[in-house]
């Protein structure tokens, strides 16, 4: 491994450095270090992709038989680095999205009747060099690896030899930005007001049957983008009008997903697990007194107070297949996060991993979050399938990365645009319980997109 440290350099600024290269990977902790956001990273010109479709992975485009799963641990375990603990965690390794509908491999669910952007399950580029940066350090990094050379003099080569390639790249002067507002069409939703709320009510008697404790239903937007959209432009009006902890850029030739998830899904740091599930949710207000109110109602509410224990119940659950035997622990419950639209109900669970476990089967044993699914899950998933009818795709999957290191940190892919070609789509949920207000849940919906209609440039009340 050659490491390289630069001149501090803004992450944004180095991501319109790198914005005309191949496969490009931002993992952008737009919200400062003071929540959670620490470390960001950017990746392009990978040597590898492994990508999920119909249930079978393949790399360089070539199917590979067997589980998808563990033919991504077997990719990783090729290109195995120690761990460097002076830098940040991700030091070369797979980055990329599950997408939700990746929960086919898992389980045998009903596929959704209406397809969104056809993507596929999951795709992971393999990176061989990552430019990581440091915000409460204000320190960054190149870290090349040398993958995939095998030979450990050639691998040492090429690792100098793309260090300095990102060196030239990173100090090219840089083109001033387009400064194109990022507009789209007029907007369509796969429900109307009336027909979420009778879906909500729906899920309702549905528990109150005993079929199902909680359920996520999210309705899903979607609109074309004009032909002088530029993604680059879009992201960075997104982050600054919702900057999130775990935001993320990926550019992958017509396709570009853009999120500003506020939630951690899985985190690996040695054998320390964390979660942190967002379940709880109220709109702020701009004035000062009403908004303190609505966190105040938020932290009294006993609906949302039990969505989020019944999420915490699951994921403790699913942890507990992979960690050892009473190392799961739920160290804070139901704790206010504040974010530039909304209030959020947080708690954050830990564990230790079992021996023989990695991140990989940490990911199997809880994916997708149950924050977004439901309890029980497969039931939720379900009843998912069935309401909804639109493929939820990237949405409520994952977004992050797994190091050749065995380090990993992952989102939980919600407040998250796909664009393909000039179709722009995003979905927003909640948690619905025997306790929930149909017409408030529709409201939640909207205040959660409120922050993607904004980058669009779109006020939501006037969407539709």
């Not at 990978?46 to 589980?67: C, K, N, R």
């Not at 440091?134 to 190149?142: F, G, P």
């Not at 929930?436 to 980058?455: C, D, H, I, R, V």
Request: aromatic share 8%; with cysteine.
């Amino acid at each position: 491994m050659h490491v390289r440290e630069l001149h501090w350099v803004e992450p944004v600024k180095a991501l319109r450095c790198l914005a005309q290269r191949p496969q490009l990977t931002f993992l952008d902790s737009a919200a400062g270090p003071e929540l959670l956001g620490r470390y960001s990273y950017l990746a392009c010109e990978p040597f590898g992709t492994y990508l999920v479709a119909e249930g079978q992975a393949s790399w360089h485009g070539e199917i590979l038989p067997g589980d998808p799963w563990a033919v991504l641990r077997n990719l990783l375990v090729r290109c195995r680095e120690a761990h460097r603990p002076d830098l940040p965690p991700f030091q070369g390794g797979a980055a990329g999205f599950f997408a939700y509908d990746l929960n086919r491999t898992l389980e045998r669910l009903p596929g959704p009747s209406i397809p969104c952007l056809r993507l596929p399950q999951a795709i992971l580029h393999f990176y061989d060099v990552v430019v990581s940066f440091d915000h409460r350090d204000r320190r960054c990094w190149i870290v090349s690896t040398g993958w995939p050379e095998q030979d450990p003099a050639r691998r040492t080569d090429r690792a100098r030899r793309r260090a300095d390639e990102f060196t030239a790249l990173l100090a090219r002067p840089r083109s001033p930005p387009i400064i194109i507002p990022a507009r789209a069409g007029a907007w369509e939703s796969n429900f109307s007001r009336e027909g979420y709320i009778a879906a909500i009510r729906h899920v309702i008697e549905l528990i109150l049957a005993g079929d199902i404790f909680q359920v996520n239903i999210a309705q899903c937007f979607n609109a074309r983008v004009s032909p002088l959209f530029d993604p680059i432009t879009f992201y960075c009006q997104l982050r600054s009008s919702n900057p999130a902890p775990f935001a993320a850029l990926l550019r992958y030739d017509k396709l570009t997903i853009a999120s500003s998830s506020p939630e951690r899904f899985l985190k690996l740091d040695g054998r320390q697990v964390e979660t942190r599930p967002i379940k709880g949710t109220i709109a702020r207000s701009a004035d000062h007194a009403k908004d303190r109110r609505r966190a105040e109602i938020l932290l009294a509410s006993e609906k949302d107070r039990a969505e989020n224990i019944m999420i915490v119940d699951l994921l403790r659950n699913d942890l507990s297949r992979v960690c050892t035997d009473d190392s799961v622990d739920v160290s804070t419950l139901c704790d206010l996060e504040s974010y530039a639209s909304v209030h959020h109900l947080v708690s954050v669970l830990t564990g230790a991993l079992a021996a023989g476990q990695d991140a990989v089967s940490l990911l199997r044993a809880c994916f997708p979050g149950g924050s977004v699914t439901g309890a029980p899950k497969v039931r939720a998933m379900e009843i998912i399938a069935d309401i909804e009818k639109v493929a939820r795709e990237v949405y409520c999957g994952s977004i992050g990365f797994i190091g050749f290191n065995g380090r990993m940190d992952t989102n939980v892919a919600i407040r998250t645009v796909m664009i393909n070609d000039d179709q722009a789509w995003f979905h927003a949920g909640g948690g619905i319980t025997a306790m929930s207000n149909p017409e408030a849940e529709y409201e939640e919906t909207l205040a959660k997109a409120q922050s993607l209609f904004g980058a669009f440039g779109v006020d939501p009340a006037g969407a539709f």
